[in-house]
């Protein structure tokens, strides 16, 4: 997918979509009803990349790439970036949890929800102000301590590509398209992470790529992957410190 046919594919998605024109662009999406009730834990990876290819509102994509073209046609002057979570708020405050709840970590639905929180997410920054649609299904204010900005169009469109390689069973063929997504819009970790699988099918190398997954967007699932590559035991004790021993139970 190309970034005008990522874009086209988020106009469409608006004219469905209830909301209210206010002065500004955060005062606008605020009043936006995805028509999302809960996280969506009960959708599969398979339902995922469908929601994905099409630029769906159900999916975090479609709700980011559905709130940039909202601002871009009521505030064309506005700055509109897409936004990818680096370090998630959410995350932060369950393993905070943890921390203090050490017993949570025998509760497979509280660990589960933390794991589901660190997972790749996307939002939409306007003007240098994130704007995150799960703000409004849970009634406060979410701001993630880091978000890395990419080109909203390019970067939607990178992220559909990346949802493609998912349909594609030959690891060649995934491969192309990942590489396809890096060059449309370069450096993000999305892709990078995906990369990993079909390198590891062709015989490759993945090491080094899955440290500098490591680096850009620390994680447990990664730091996992990493652990068994290296067969390392510091990865598996920073595992343990982090999120507590039982975490490799749910890889």
Same mark, same amino acid.
């Given at each position: 997918?190309?970034?005008?046919?990522?874009?086209?594919?988020?106009?469409?998605?608006?004219?469905?979509?209830?909301?209210?024109?206010?002065?500004?662009?955060?005062?606008?999406?605020?009043?936006?009803?995805? %028509?999302?009730?809960?996280?969506?834990?009960?959708?599969?990876?398979?339902?995922?990349?469908?929601?994905?290819?099409?630029?769906?509102?159900?999916?975090?994509?479609?709700?980011?790439?559905?709130?940039?073209?909202?601002?871009?046609?009521?505030?064309?002057?506005?700055?509109?970036?897409?936004?990818?979570?680096?370090?998630?708020?959410?995350?932060?405050?369950?393993?905070?949890?943890?921390?203090?709840?050490?017993?949570?970590?025998?509760?497979? =639905?509280?660990?589960?929800?933390?794991?589901?929180?660190?997972?790749?997410?996307?939002?939409?920054?306007?003007? %240098?102000?994130?704007?995150?649609?799960?703000?409004?299904?849970?009634?406060?204010?979410?701001?993630?301590?880091?978000?890395?900005?990419?080109?909203?169009?390019?970067?939607?469109? =990178?992220?559909?590509?990346?949802?493609?390689?998912?349909?594609?069973?030959?690891?060649?063929?995934?491969?192309?398209?990942?590489?396809?997504?890096?060059?449309?819009?370069?450096?993000? =970790?999305?892709?990078?992470?995906?990369?990993?699988?079909?390198?590891?099918?062709? %015989?490759?190398?993945?090491?080094?790529?899955?440290?500098?997954?490591?680096?850009?967007?620390?994680?447990?699932?990664?730091?996992?992957?990493?652990?068994?590559?290296? %067969?390392?035991?510091?990865?598996?004790?920073?595992?343990?410190?982090?999120?507590?021993?039982?975490?490799?139970?749910?890889?």
């Amino acid at each position: 997918m190309d970034a005008l046919t990522a874009r086209n594919l988020a106009y469409v998605g608006i004219e469905s979509l209830e909301y209210a024109v206010r002065d500004t662009p955060m005062e606008t999406l605020k009043t936006v009803n995805f %028509g999302v009730s809960a996280i969506s834990l009960q959708y599969s990876q398979e339902e995922f990349v469908k929601l994905n290819l099409s630029v769906d509102r159900r999916s975090c994509l479609g709700r980011a790439a559905q709130a940039a073209a909202i601002v871009e046609k009521h505030f064309p002057s506005a700055k509109v970036q897409l936004g990818e979570v680096r370090k998630n708020y959410l995350a932060g405050l369950m393993i905070q949890i943890l921390h203090e709840e050490p017993l949570k970590s025998l509760d497979p =639905s509280f660990m589960q929800e933390l794991l589901m929180y660190e997972e790749p997410h996307l939002v939409v920054v306007v003007d %240098g102000q994130q704007f995150e649609p799960l703000s409004i299904q849970l009634g406060c204010d979410i701001v993630h301590p880091e978000v890395a900005t990419f080109p909203i169009w390019e970067g939607v469109a =990178s992220a559909v590509t990346v949802s493609e390689s998912h349909t594609e069973t030959n690891p060649r063929k995934k491969l192309d398209l990942l590489w396809e997504a890096e060059e449309m819009c370069p450096s993000m =970790s999305l892709v990078q992470e995906n990369i990993c699988g079909p390198m590891a099918e062709l %015989g490759l190398d993945t090491v080094g790529v899955v440290d500098e997954c490591l680096r850009r967007r620390p994680c447990a699932r990664t730091l996992f992957v990493l652990a068994v590559l290296t %067969g390392e035991e510091k990865y598996y004790e920073q595992l343990a410190r982090k999120y507590t021993s039982k975490i490799t139970e749910f890889f």
